[in-house]
């Protein structure tokens, strides 16, 4: 069953869409305080559709994407007494306590970690708010993670260039799965942890 191919065009078309990086940028912001998904979806296909714009295109995820992390540090640091019940329920209460945990023992570094990592970022940004963390540290290690992930990312693909357009054409049923069984392994992680 094509499920990864027709969402890689579509995703694709958009990419290429005059208001694209306003997508991305709003997409980057809601991704690191609410949002499910993750930026990366968006910022390769981007890459891929123009190689010269690699650099703003991770420039504009990398800042949106902090400023939706001081949004997610405000909805933990004023709000999290109203989003607590809806939290428990969710699938994120595990890794929010894992959050706090990290943050007990690691400090400001965890922050770093959860930027550049695949761990769903909003859940260490409400609970950098809830433990109030040095909002500039915060900043800082927002900046650092992201920045460097998403630069990763953006680079990469203006490196590897049309080959590896063709490749992931090629594989993006086995890649899309994979990424599927990844997210689960690393969520069932931390569920259990």
Request: charged letters at 15%; aromatic letters at 16%; hydrophobic letters at 50%.
């Amino acid at each position: 069953m094509a499920i990864f191919g027709p969402l890689y065009e579509r995703v694709m078309r958009w990419s290429r869409h005059r208001h694209a990086e306003y997508y991305l940028g709003a997409m980057s912001f809601a991704e690191s305080s609410f949002f499910p998904i993750p930026v990366d979806v968006m910022l390769a296909p981007m890459c891929m559709a123009d190689r010269s714009r690699w650099w703003r295109y991770a420039t504009n995820a990398t800042i949106m994407s902090v400023l939706g992390g001081v949004a997610g540090y405000a909805i933990g640091y004023l709000l999290f007494e109203a989003i607590e019940p809806w939290l428990r329920e969710s699938n994120y209460w595990s890794a929010y306590l894992t959050a706090r945990d990290w943050f007990d023992r690691y400090g400001i570094w965890t922050v770093f970690v959860a930027g550049f990592s695949p761990i769903p970022f909003k859940v260490f940004t409400i609970a950098a708010g809830v433990a109030t963390l040095s909002l500039p540290g915060f900043i800082a290690a927002s900046l650092i993670g992201r920045g460097a992930r998403f630069f990763l990312v953006a680079g990469i693909v203006r490196v590897a260039g049309e080959k590896f357009e063709t490749q992931i054409v090629r594989h993006i049923e086995r890649i899309g799965w994979g990424v599927v069984v990844l997210s689960a392994i690393v969520i069932g992680y931390l569920m259990l942890r």
